[in-house]
């Protein structure tokens, strides 16, 4: 009766399979693919602290942050970033325009500025109302 219970039986039947040569001569691994999908990358922020005499100066100075960020890992995303008093994110206001131009780039100037969106780059394009 040894051999005839489905362990036994699982085992003789996988056998092929399951061996070295069996593995060698059909190309299966024994690890299978994930039954998942990966999951898709979300969205995270990052806080930095500092200290400022006042309002313009701490928005003066986030804004040196965040392009200096960007210009040493440009995956960052500029148009998000946003700044707060400590403690009260929900009071974050946008540090750049981000307005959208004809060709789906995104204005890189500081939020509010007067005159015409700039696309990034030194030759970058420039539109809307200006003077
Ligand atoms: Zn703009």
Do not use: K, Q
């Not at 890992?73 to 929900?90: C, D, I, K, T, V």
């Not at 206001?93 to 131009?101: M, Q, T």
């Amino acid at each position: 009766m040894r051999g005839n219970g489905s362990p036994y039986w699982r085992r003789e039947r996988m056998g092929a399979a399951l061996s070295d040569a069996g593995r060698a001569a059909t190309g299966a691994t024994l690890i299978g693919p994930p039954r998942r999908a990966a999951r898709p990358a979300r969205w995270f922020t990052a806080h930095l602290g500092f200290e400022a005499a006042d309002p313009g100066l701490a928005r003066e100075l986030a804004v040196g942050y965040a392009e200096a960020l960007s210009l040493l890992r440009p995956e960052l995303a500029l148009g998000a970033a946003a700044l707060s008093p400590a403690g009260a994110w929900h009071l974050a206001e946008r540090l750049f325009c981000g307005a959208a131009g004809p060709d789906g780039e995104h204005c890189v100037d500081v939020a509010g500025h007067p005159g015409f969106h700039h696309a990034p780059g030194p030759g970058g394009l420039g539109w809307g109302d200006g003077d």
